[in-house]
């Protein structure tokens, strides 16, 4: 009988499993009619058109190129999507232009920057790897593809999943920070976030991963400039985000503006398709980076003719606002430079995007007034995107149990990002209002209650360098030079202090600070901020450091005067509510770092998955070995680091087997306990190192992680499967495989204090 019933079941999942099989066949069938169909009417000019993506300049410009004449293209047919253009009323209109006019009514595709939220921002990327929970972070993208899709979008260009191991890089905001296997988690999470499970609903929007590839890689950490790497490197340690994002069915790429191999990548074919759509099956369409086309003009590839054809050929499908396509691949096609089959086939792929989008059945399925007025800043998303941002702040230091703050007694709040709305959504929130974002003072009051005594004094300035603010407030103003002297704000601040039990101070970089083309040489706190923290420091209180950043900053002398530091990022929009409910304990911290905090910039790049060398550093740091004469090799904070209002103490790892064979899988499982007095969130890191290899391999990497809960008190055991699958790396000749010999399995906090056992795997 129940071996019946099972038979019956099996044999019903298989029908079903061929019917969706068949269905998805049927779609893409009916698919290809329809745009086969479409493109017999299409003109030259109208499929060059819709390889075209251009702005008109109301978002934010990040060249020095916007578009003209945009309205007259949209009509002529010589457009294929828009970005920058924020709002379901534009949309509308903008939408209508093309409907309306246009020969063929091919409806716009309308995309945008949605980095980390809409217009409810979130924290940036970089603060939400922090998280490591994954969950979160799909609903994250999730509810942001509702929002944006309410105002009229169906396109971001999200997520970025650059590796980057140099803090000096802006970028490293925008990212899930150094690791490739968390970085291949957070882009999988937000592919599906985006898109949901039907990207023709009405509130999924596709996503385009960026920028491919190995734009994080930049030489001395400088915004575009040239990288260069071992293919090995490539594929073990750059490479898989975005190719977890293509398995995820990703449906757009962008290129990036670094050069690979000497080559652009926007006009790379070795990357464009040979890896791209050859090896890795993508079936999307590629779009370029902001005039990435016309930029390798500069780069020294040729005019624009030229590299506009090479782009083509490379295996480039859009082009963002350069016009090299529209402008030239009518010539180039004259000239044999591009074939006909080039151009149908980029034609071809927007045209599906746009097919898959439901916008063929409907031009207006994203634009709904109602929706919008409904989702967009509603009241439970705020709720959620106070709650999300308190998920990632990591705290870094607790001296005394100075945290959670009591909701009684003075505080000094202190600070120049204590009282500011300017820089609390982060770099790249181009649709979010900083007006409308709470600063950390009414956070801290809202949480706090009436039994709390907050005096507030700025202090200083972010930097009193004018020249440095004029560059940061490109946007509008987000360095603040205070009319009075830095001595005048220093007096009140520390007057306020006088007052209070504990000092609690707000400082760090400004919003653009971080981000695109904002790479510092120097990654510490501005110097006027120093100067405050010491004074602050030596007053005697307990001094509370709440730091805002959008990269690891290298916080050695904070460190040492701080009693207390806790990393917030930029939050977002519910910032102030969200930093106050994690000092006031309503929310116990449970970050984890994703990307190293150094502890000097001479130490850059750094990054925990790096190799052993062949002389590497001993305890005493003894001449010959791969050390630095004036600092150690550790960095201040490791990857995966983060502390609690409570402790974990972690067992032994148990091994199921230590000498399995083959494609065996083995469980390595470790009991940890809540030790302390709180209820708290572990991230449980699972490390292996593969000790002997043909190629040499990293000294550890990080292979699986799961986020706990634990009351006080409570114990729980997390067990890790592996297999074979875990060990597999590139070699010398790009072979993926894994070799068999002695692997260290290890489970911890961070990637620096962990529990080890030795397995022997053989083939
Ligand atoms: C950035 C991209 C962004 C694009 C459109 C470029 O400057 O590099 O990340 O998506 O602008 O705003």
Redo the contacts with the bound molecule.
């Keep these: 009988m129940k071996r019946n019933i099972l038979l019956i079941a099996v044999f019903v999942l298989s029908q079903f499993a061929t019917m969706q099989a068949q269905d998805a066949k049927s779609d893409s069938y009916r698919m290809k009619g329809y745009v086969d169909a479409l493109m017999k009417k299409m003109t030259l000019d109208e499929k060059i058109g819709q390889l075209n993506l251009i702005t008109p300049g109301s978002?934010?410009p990040?060249?020095s190129v916007v578009s003209t004449d945009v309205e007259n293209k949209i009509k002529q047919g010589k457009v294929g999507g828009l970005?920058?253009v924020i709002g379901v009323d534009k949309i509308k209109q903008a939408q209508k232009l093309c409907m309306d006019n246009s020969r063929l009514k091919i409806p716009l595709i309308f995309g945008s920057?949605v980095i980390h939220g809409y217009k409810t921002t979130v924290p940036i990327p970089l603060g939400l790897s922090a998280s490591w929970d994954m969950k979160l972070i799909e609903h994250s993208a999730r509810e942001a593809a509702i929002e944006a899709t309410a105002d009229g979008l169906c396109w971001t260009?999200s997520p970025?999943v650059d590796i980057a191991r140099d803090p000096r890089w802006g970028r490293i905001a925008e990212g899930a920070g150094e690791d490739p296997y968390l970085g291949s988690q957070i882009a999988k999470a937000m592919v599906k976030g985006y898109q949901g499970d039907d990207l023709s609903k009405n509130n999924t929007m596709m996503s385009c991963v960026?920028?491919f590839a190995l734009y994080g890689a930049s030489e001395a950490g400088r915004d575009y400039n040239t990288t260069d790497m071992s293919r090995v490197r490539m594929y073990n340690e750059y490479l898989p985000p975005y190719k977890a994002a293509v398995d995820a069915g990703v449906g757009s790429v962008?290129s990036s503006?670094n050069e690979i191999e000497g080559i652009p990548a926007t006009g790379n074919k070795w990357l464009l398709t040979d890896l791209l759509r050859n090896q890795w099956g993508f079936k999307g369409f590629v779009v370029s980076?902001?005039t990435s086309v016309n930029e390798m003009i500069n780069h020294g590839v040729g005019d624009l003719q030229t590299v506009s054809a090479m782009s083509l050929r490379a295996g480039l499908d859009m082009d963002?606002v350069g016009e090299g396509f529209l402008t030239t691949l009518k010539k180039s096609l004259r000239e044999g430079k591009v074939t006909q089959k080039q151009i149908d086939d980029a034609c071809r792929r927007i045209l599906e995007a746009k097919y898959k989008l439901g916008l063929f059945d409907d031009p207006y399925r994203y634009i709904s007034e109602e929706r919008m007025k409904q989702e967009v800043l509603s009241a439970a998303r705020r709720k959620a995107a106070r709650d999300l941002a308190a998920h990632t702040f990591v705290l870094l230091k607790n001296n005394n149990e100075t945290l959670p703050l009591k909701k009684s007694g003075t505080i000094a709040l202190i600070g120049p990002l204590a009282n500011d709305k300017s820089n609390m959504l982060g770099t790249w929130a181009v649709s979010g209002d900083p007006q409308m974002s709470i600063p950390v003072l009414e956070g801290m009051k809202n949480v706090g209650g009436s039994s709390v005594n907050i005096i507030y004094a700025k202090g200083a300035n972010i930097s009193d360098d004018t020249l440095f603010a004029k560059k940061i407030n490109v946007f509008g103003t987000r360095i603040d030079i205070d009319k009075r002297s830095p001595e005048e704000m220093l007096t009140e601040a520390l007057n306020a202090v006088n007052q209070a039990d504990v000092i609690v101070a707000v400082v760090g970089e400004a919003s653009e600070m971080s981000g695109?083309a904002s790479s510092r040489t120097d990654i510490t706190i501005p110097e006027s901020q120093k100067i405050l923290i010491n004074a602050l420091s030596k007053t005697g209180k307990p001094l509370v450091l709440v730091v805002m950043t959008g990269r690891p900053l290298a916080l050695t002398q904070e460190n040492s005067l701080a009693t207390s530091m806790i990393v917030t990022w930029h939050a977002g929009i519910e910032a102030g509510n969200a930093i106050a409910d994690v000092l006031f304990g309503n929310y116990n911290p449970s970050g984890k770092l994703s990307a190293t905090f150094p502890r000097n910039l001479g130490q850059v790049p750094i990054f925990y998955n790096h190799k052993n060398t062949g002389r590497p550093s001993g305890p005493n740091s003894p001449k010959f070995q791969s050390n630095y004469l004036d600092a150690p090799n550790t960095p201040l904070f490791p990857f995966g680091y983060g502390l609690s209002y409570t402790s974990f103490s972690y067992g032994d790892i148990s091994i199921s087997k230590t000498n399995p064979k083959g494609n065996e899988k083995i469980t390595a499982s470790i009991t940890v306990t809540n030790t302390g007095k709180y209820d708290g969130e572990e991230v449980v890191q699972l490390y292996i190192r593969d000790v002997v290899g043909t190629n040499t391999r990293p000294l550890k990497e990080l292979k699986g992680f799961q986020k706990i809960n634990l009351k006080t008190g409570e114990s729980k055991t997390v067990s890790f499967s592996i297999s074979p699958a875990d060990l597999k790396f590139y070699n010398h000749n790009l072979k993926y495989d894994w070799e068999p010999g002695e692997f260290h399995i290890m489970i911890g906090g961070n990637s620096d204090d962990v529990k080890m056992v030795k397995v022997n795997w053989a083939k």
């Design positions: 978002g934010i990040t060249g970005f920058g920057d260009f970025m960026k920028h962008m503006f980076d902001y963002m695109e």
